[in-house]
Nanobody, 115 residues
Framework: QVQLVESGGGLVQAGGSLRLSCAAS????????MAWYRRPPGKQRELVAA???????NYADSVKGRFTISRDNAKNTVYLQMSSLKPEDTAIYTC?????????WGQGTQVTVSS
């Protein structure tokens, strides 16, 4: 089993930037996909961005051009660089690791964007 711990959340003004980190207790190189999800207040959880072991990434339309996901297998860490933040980006952001027949979730980190 692997444990995931997110960090980097906080309060930021609209237009600002934050970088989230997801540190794994073990190697992430065996995980096909590392992803960031978010749950806005009163809404369902949604996929924000994902990156494969080959480095291929995909994004929700709402964050394309503003967010960048990356993974550092040597540090067992996944990042989400968020720029041009909007109030609608306010949510709990959670990291997920996926491979065949197994997935793991972190506890999440709160991101609040003020207008």
């Amino acid at each position: 089993q692997v444990q995931l711990v997110e960090s980097g959340g906080g309060l930021v003004q609209a237009g600002g930037s934050l970088r989230l980190s997801c540190a794994a207790s073990g190697s992430i190189s065996s995980f096909n996909t590392m992803a960031w999800y978010r749950r806005p207040p009163g809404k369902q959880r949604e996929l924000v961005a994902a990156i494969t072991s080959a480095g291929i990434s995909n994004y929700a339309d709402s964050v394309k051009g503003r967010f960048t996901i990356s993974r550092d297998n040597a540090k067992n860490t996944v990042y989400l660089q968020m720029s041009s933040l909007k109030p609608e980006d306010t949510a709990i952001y959670t990291c997920k690791a996926e491979r065949m027949n197994y997935s793991a979730w972190g506890q999440g980190t709160q991101v609040t964007v003020s207008s």
